[in-house]
């Protein structure tokens, strides 16, 4: 089973891990991934934007094809909107599985997509100034690595 | 035709959707476009380079020769950068 929920409020990690492992029998592993907003050049603030439905359904295609390449028994997605602050937890990518190996595999290829190709814009707030976050070429190599 | 911006696109256009009765001569995204850019200073900004925008035609990711009808959503936006 897939869960995939993008959201404005926080969330809870230990609450989304007891909510994987409750969806699955069978689950002799859990890999979890949290990431967290950093003031990166003094970076106060980022602001996400998303288009609803569309953002849901281009993340869901991502989980089904990581379940086509890996044994996973559940995939739980939560992804923040809205503006948050460093410190705030912004992703959390949980995947259960028998083993650690697909675990970890499949984790690491939906977070390798959801930092550079999910469907999310950023407006990144500094002491005088917002702008909105470009797209980089360089962010594609970490998904590269995965198309082979 | 509803439509909808995102990003810098909404801010440029100030505003996040619309609906908005086109043309009937209005059948793919590039005529729309050009279509847009003649409503307003805003509008103007937002699509004076069309090759930074990005397109979805009822919430699938659509070609600027896709087709558009009255009844589809078509959104813009900027390239995606990820979460």
Not at chain 1, 30 to 54: C, E, N, W
Request: net charge negative; aromatic share 10%; glycine share 6%.
């Amino acid at each position: 089973m897939s869960e995939i929920r993008i959201q404005r409020e926080d969330f809870d990690p230990g609450a989304e891990i007891a909510g994987l492992q409750a969806t699955a029998e069978d689950v002799g592993a859990i890999a979890s991934f949290i990431g967290i907003v950093r003031a990166d050049d003094k970076m106060q603030a980022m602001t996400l934007d998303h288009y609803p439905g569309f953002a849901e359904r281009e993340i869901a295609a991502h989980v089904s094809e990581a379940r086509a390449r890996w044994p996973v028994l559940a995939v739980r997605v939560v992804h923040r909107v809205g503006r948050l602050v460093p410190g705030d937890r912004i992703v959390f990518v949980g995947v259960a599985s028998s083993h650690r190996g697909a675990a970890f595999a499949a984790a690491e290829f939906l977070m390798d997509y959801l930092k550079t190709r999910a469907p999310f814009w950023k407006l990144e707030e500094r002491e005088n100034s917002s702008t909105w976050v470009e797209a980089r070429d360089s962010d594609d190599e970490s998904v590269k690595r995965w198309r082979q | 035709m509803k439509l909808l911006y995102f990003a810098w696109v909404r801010q440029k256009i100030g505003r996040s959707e619309e609906e908005l009765s086109v043309p009937a001569s209005i059948t793919t995204v590039s005529a729309l476009v050009d279509h847009l850019r003649r409503r307003g200073p805003g509008y103007e900004a937002a699509f004076a380079r069309p090759e930074l925008l990005r397109c979805a035609v009822n919430q699938e990711h659509a070609r600027f020769d896709a087709r558009v009808g009255p009844n589809d959503e078509v959104a813009f936006f900027p390239p995606v950068t990820g979460g």
